[in-house]
């Protein structure tokens, strides 16, 4: 990788530390700078407060509190994301368990994803060089021995080592040892040692440390301690190391033996017991009588467990067998009984364990083993070390000597095996050769450190202690304790095999010949080829099965082009969206378009990311903000053009200086090959991967004298771990003008050696072996990152379902296809365009898609299937789990009690004929819904039709041969329209009907009665009428006649009398009068 710009220890720039500002020099390399260290994105736990108040490395913890979050965001005003998501991210879901590792170079990192369970990461985006390095205490390390480094391959995202001399502590790193922590742990170290457990003193060390997954795992003494916190809280020094819990507190433990690979997202640590329960392996509880297990290894894929057992037979001597026990049938066997003595090999390399040759007076002492499940590679080691592909057939490989002692082996599973001795020498082996060679200490180890001594190098120094030895991306590295200047430090630095093993062929074969005065030194070269290229390899994706998202870095737009806090929060924000939208794709609806990030990008690709105030990161907007819902969040009335706001950035014209660039954040498809064979290759049924390797011979040369000699022509096997499974065809073009030959590889899977599994899960390990004859340890190849061994090249293959592949409810085909077959399509009233509605009364023809989320690819799901309805409800809140009878009752064409939900004109059924199978040629789904079904007669909600939820399973297993993949698709049909049943109808019709008859009956009568009725309201009208008339004329002349009275009472009788009279006759007159009106009028 190579260095982004200069990087100054310890130097404060702008008041920050130096490890969190980034120096994006694209434009310029300053390759002229020595000793630069080199820089890399990382990402990491974030704080910012803290950041720069130590001196040396600091480590984020902490999460960024809300209220930053949000000020840092609502900067981005018109950003293609909504504010209320991200901010529900952040203060919601503070525990992600996402963790990218950066794979790209310089300044333009590319993100690779993978979950670690149990140990919650905050995301930061950061940015650090190699090379710092911590005080420690030096009785830590000084002459004290080495310890194996043991966790889950590929799996643990923390690694752990004890060994640290009458220290309740433990070395911690999440960076490989980039940096670390010493953690104490806070135990009770309480010593049961009794006359059951054999143990001489107490002793605060740790001993055993294993990191997996979800947890860790120590030994102190005889007691075992696990971690039951998370990796933040293991940093916090008032409760996290005080969160071990002790387990088997009854067992006296000798041993903690890792299990570096986990099995179907299980993990394992075995525990070997002494004392009273000599015999014992707590993995489950294996006994076996008058013996002791002295060390244990657990095969996953076949779930067996192989023992290295101490037997005692009292008539003869202690021996040494290795049993393997399944754990499934309980059955235990011996496979082999180690030889009492170690063999003698008369010279050779290695020799073939047959029981028949002599042997030495060296006893074998064995001492552990180690198995890589992708070549079937035992080891057994001791003072001796014998290797097997079966378990059974074993050979000795002489080259190791038998006065040493092995104290641990270090195996990279992808072809590599380092050893290390009691002595702490180092020794290599190459899988699939029989050469060990000796790396520490050697010739060629002298001539390194004195190289870079030369060169001033810091990793090196004359007082030096080795503390672990680990393979980290194939290379081997040390971790060492170094004392300088009286000055201790803890360093991780490479081990050069390549290179160590280049001197040691130098100085072993070479020849000095005089040419008339003068001596000429000329070298041999046991290499069989000059050039070895591997050509026409197809992109790599498809078969690593690697997700890969590209996430430029915002553009800082300063002359120092230094980041900020606020432009790394933004970069920070933006990938842990993009995270997000990654985990959120996985939906049984597929999007019509087949990428996570199309939701992000959809609306957005003409719009630029806004900083304050609605301005654009790249320069003010033309247009005035208009208000915005959210607050602190404003929109542009109008998009304006990408390359505006690029052209504001390339004038220096950005508001705060920071330009992100929309198009830098996708997801990639199309990774191009590198001219190597990839990581690792994932097989389905029947796929294969093809290649070719190009060879050039080398010229042949004469063997100092007079006779010539031509060498051996080259090869290439090909060596397969299980060839049952798999297959390899080598076809070979000779190419005699270059004195080149062409190999055309290819692996392909056999279709019969591993049945169908969830995407991913339940993978069969095998590999394939690529190699030159007589091309181990004497061909190297010179590159930019130093030189590489050539001619040997192992590759682990997985058969299984692919990890990334998923099947989907393509509903925009079945949509449209429905809409043809049927000739409409009528939606539900209030229309969800996530989940649209199909008619009841319609034929449903549903089409799934196989969406392959490494490679993008989605097609047309073509194999077989089996359709069940799982659960309903006439609302999304009321739907339920049916019970498997109820599953049986509801779709399975053999019902007879009436439960069927739906059918088919399908035929085809399952081996019981318990269900039926459709493809994507099937005839269509009609619906049922009979009597003692769920759905049968749905009461309508309102006035328009029935309307119910299925939730339906689609599942390929047991039917479908075409592929190893285990499809499983769960998701939600909404059926409107439905029909009521027969009774429901009939009793709805009759009651409509007499309704409808009673109302046509009251309006015959209301007819017929109604000129009756209108006369009698008439007469009762007028006498009513009458009555108020004559009561209010009786009123008015009383009153009239009061009113005269009082004015001519001054008058005589005689005129009172007259006028009485006058008043009676007038009043006479007005009755008669009125009698005669009402007597002419007429009765309307």
């Known amino acids: 990788m190579s260095p982004a710009g200069p990087a100054w220890p310890r ?177 009770d170290s309480c010593w049961v040692g009794s006359f059951y457990c054999p143990q001489t003193s107490f002793t605060a060390t740790i001993y055993d440390a294993i990191a997996t997954e979800s947890t860790l795992f120590i030994r102190q003494n005889q007691l075992i301690y696990y971690f039951t916190g998370t990796y933040i809280t293991l940093h916090e020094s008032n409760r996290g190391s005080g969160r071990w819990v002790r387990v088997l507190a009854n067992e006296c433990i000798k041993k903690l033996c890792p299990v570096h690979f986990h099995s179907n997202g299980s993990e394992y640590v075995m525990a070997l017991t002494t004392g009273k329960h000599e015999g014992y392996v707590h993995f489950g509880t294996i006994t076996v009588v008058n013996c002791s297990i002295t060390w244990a290894v657990f095969i996953a894929g076949d779930y067996n467990l192989l023992l290295l ?424 073009k000779v190419l005699v003008n270059r004195n080149s030959v062409l190999f055309w590889v290819t692996l392909s899977d056999k279709r019969f050696c591993f049945d169908q599994g969830i995407s991913g899960h339940h993978l069969m390990k095998t590999s394939m072996l690529l190699k030159v004859v007589g091309s181990s340890g004497h061909c190297f190849q010179n590159t930019n990152q130093g030189p590489r061994m050539q001619g040997n090249l192992m590759v682990p293959v997985l058969i299984g379902c692919p990890p990334g592949k998923r099947l989907a409810f393509d509903i925009t085909y079945t949509l449209e296809y429905n809409r043809l077959q049927n000739k409409h399509y009528f939606d539900c009233v209030h229309v969800d365009p996530e989940m649209p509605c199909f008619l009841f009364r319609d034929i449903f023809y549903p089409f799934f898609l196989i969406q392959d989320l490494v490679t993008g690819d989605s097609g047309s799901f073509q194999g077989s299937y089996v359709l069940k309805v799982v659960g309903g409800g006439p609302t999304l809140d009321t739907i339920k789990e049916y019970s498997e009878e109820d599953i049986y009752r509801f779709n399975s064409p053999l019902d007879k009690t009436g439960s069927l939900i739906w059918t088919t004109r399908n035929t085809t059924t399952t081996e019981d004929s318990a269900f039926n199978i459709l493809s994507h040629n099937s005839l269509g789904i009609e619906w049922l819904c009979m ?34 993949c285990d499809y499983q698709l769960t998701f939600q049909l909404h059926i409107h329209g439905l029909p009521l049943s027969a009774r429901r109808a009939f009793l709805i019709l009759m009651v409509s009907a007499s309704l409808f008859v009673g109302l046509v009956i009251l309006y015959v009568i209301s007819c017929l009665l109604s000129p009756y009725v209108v006369k009698v309201c008439n007469v009762l009208c007028w006498k009513i009428n009458n009555i108020i008339a004559w009561e209010s004329y009786i009123y008015s002349i009383a009153s009239d006649t009061g009113a005269f009275s009082n004015t001519s009472g001054i008058k005589s009788g005689e005129s009172s009398g007259g006028i009485s009279r006058v008043v009676s006759k007038v009043a006479g007159e007005n009755r008669t009068d009125t009698k005669e009106t009402l007597r002419k009028k007429p009765i309307s």
């Open 11 to 187: 130097l404060r720039v702008l008041q920050t530390l130096w490890a969190l500002l980034v120096v994006l020099l694209a434009p310029w390399r300053l390759w002229a700078i020595k000793n630069t260290q080199e820089c890399t994105w990382q990402v990491v736990l974030n704080n910012f407060e803290t950041v720069g108040k130590k001196d040396a490395s600091d480590r984020f913890v902490d999460q960024e509190p809300l209220y930053t979050v949000d000020k840092v965001f609502s900067q981005l005003v018109d950003a293609p994301i909504d504010p209320d998501e991200v901010r529900g991210l952040v203060s919601g879901k503070r525990e992600r368990s996402w963790t990218c590792t950066p794979l790209g170079s310089g300044h333009l990192p590319t993100l690779s994803l993978q979950t670690y369970l149990g140990f919650p990461y905050y995301l930061k985006i950061n940015y650090s060089c190699k090379g710092e390095l911590f005080n420690l205490i030096p009785r830590y390390f000084v002459n004290v021995p080495s310890r194996p480094l043991w966790y889950t391959v590929d799996q643990a995202p923390v690694f752990i080592l004890g060994g640290i001399p009458e220290e309740k502590a433990i070395l911690l790193t999440d960076t490989n040892f980039k940096d670390f922590f010493l953690v104490e742990l806070s135990i």
């Open 309 to 732: 057992v101490e037997i005692e037979d009292p008539s003869t001597r202690k021996y040494f067998q290795v049993v393997s026990y399944d754990l499934v049938s309980d059955y235990l066997v011996v496979l082999y009984t180690i030889p009492e003595f170690i063999p003698d090999a008369r010279g050779l390399e290695f020799l073939m364990v047959l029981g028949t040759e002599s042997y030495t007076n060296f006893p074998m002492v064995p001492k552990g083993m180690s198995y890589n499940p992708y070549n079937n590679l035992l080891f057994i080691w001791g003072n001796f070390l014998l290797q097997s592909y079966n378990s059974k057939n074993f050979i000795y490989l002489a080259d190791f000597p038998k006065e040493l002692s092995i104290k641990y082996l270090v195996n990279s599973f992808y072809g590599d095996t380092a050893i290390v001795t009691e002595t702490e020498e180092i020794w290599y082996l190459l899988e699939g050769s029989y050469q060990v060679y000796k790396l520490f200490p050697s010739k060629g180890w002298e001539v390194h450190v004195s190289l870079q001594v030369m060169q001033q190098s810091s990793l090196y120094a004359p007082n030096e202690t080795m503390v672990t030895l680990f393979y980290e991306d194939r290379r081997l590295y040390q971790l060492v304790y170094l004392i300088d200047n009286q000055q201790g430090r803890l360093v991780k630095r490479l081990v050069p095999v390549e290179q160590l093993l280049m001197y040691q062929q130098i100085s072993n074969d070479y020849l000095l010949e005089r040419q008339g005065s003068h001596l000429t030194l000329s070298f041999t070269n046991f290499c069989p080829f000059t050039v070895m290229r591997l050509r026409d390899l197809p992109n790599p994706q498809i078969y690593t099965r690697q997700e890969r998202y590209r996430a430029q870095p915002p553009r800082v737009l300063e002359p120092g082009g230094f980041h900020s806090d606020n432009s790394l929060a933004v970069y920070q924000g933006l990938v842990y969206y993009l995270l997000w939208l990654h985990s959120k794709y996985d939906k049984p609806y597929a999007d019509p378009v087949h990428d996570p990030t199309w939701r992000w990008w959809k609306n957005k690709k003409q719009d630029q990311v806004r900083g304050e105030g609605g301005e654009s990161v790249g320069g003010p907007s033309p247009d005035p903000p208009s208000p915005s819902t959210c607050p602190g969040t404003v929109f542009a009335p109008h998009p304006v053009p990408q390359d505006y706001y690029f052209y504001l950035a390339s004038n220096w014209r950005s508001a705060g200086s920071v330009h992100v660039d929309m198009a830098s954040y996708e997801k990639i498809y199309d990774l191009k090959a590198e001219n190597e064979l990839p990581e690792r290759i994932f097989l389905d049924k029947g796929t294969s991967y093809r290649f070719s390797v190009f060879l050039t011979a080398r010229e042949p040369e004469p063997l100092h004298g007079p006779s010539f000699q031509l060498q051996s022509k080259v090869g290439l096997a090909v060596v397969l771990a299980d060839p049952e499974c798999i297959e390899a065809v080598v076809k070979e």
């Open 931 to 964: 009597e003692n079904s769920p759905c049968h007669d749905t009461i309508p909600h309102s006035i328009f039709a029935s309307e119910f939820f299925f939730k339906v399973l689609v599942s390929n297993r047991g039917v479908d041969k075409s592929t190893y």
